[in-house]
């Protein structure tokens, strides 16, 4: 499986490849954020949603599990941090055939909620405020993106 990795060197880096990727996205779509505690999952989102034209500024939905954002198409942003057990209803399988955007900040977490094709990214401290950022696509859908993505911004 190929998998994509980079580096950020601040959070308007990642911000900027977020956007990037967030021009690129369709309906149905659905990228699940992992990794370190405070790396930068939240931030990522905030970069997906300006790719999307998000207007509203985004922030942590973790008392609310699930906060929708409307762009050119809409975001569903969850974050299952507090999620008690891998088993409890959260009825996310209704959002992802709603033509929008989901996006789960811990996703492993809910696993076996998850349908099998997804873009999984992983964001990991790498000092201050440097990060190693590695997208991992499952499908024919996540890895043609992944690979645009890619030979547009990092193949020289
Ligand atoms: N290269 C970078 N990429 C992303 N964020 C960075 C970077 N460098 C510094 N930061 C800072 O790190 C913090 C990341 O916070 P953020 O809420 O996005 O992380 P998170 O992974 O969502 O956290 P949590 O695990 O609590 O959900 C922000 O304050 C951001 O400004
Ligand atoms: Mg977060």
């Not at 601040?10 to 790396?39: C, V, W, Y």
């Not at 973790?62 to 959260?90: A, Q």
């Not at 033509?99 to 076996?112: K, N, S």
Request: net charge negative; hydrophobic share 35%.
């Amino acid at each position: 499986m190929q998998i994509y990795e980079f580096k950020s060197n601040g959070s308007e880096e990642t911000l900027s490849i977020a956007k990037n990727l967030g021009n690129r996205l369709e309906p149905n779509d659905l990228i699940l954020l992992e990794g370190d505690l405070g790396a930068g999952k939240t931030t990522f989102t905030k970069g997906l949603a300006a790719g999307l034209d998000i207007q509203r500024n985004v922030n942590s939905p973790t008392f609310t599990i699930i906060k929708e954002y409307h762009g050119r198409l809409p975001l569903y942003h969850m974050d299952v941090y507090r999620v008690e057990n891998e088993f409890e209803d959260l009825g996310i399988d209704e959002y992802f055939d709603r033509d929008g955007v989901t996006v789960i900040e811990w996703a492993h977490l809910i696993e076996e909620q998850l349908p099998n094709e997804s873009l999984v990214i992983y964001l990991y401290h790498e000092g201050e405020d440097r990060r190693k950022i590695v997208f991992k696509p499952t499908g024919a859908r996540y890895e043609a993106l992944c690979k645009e993505f890619w030979n547009e911004n990092f193949s020289d």
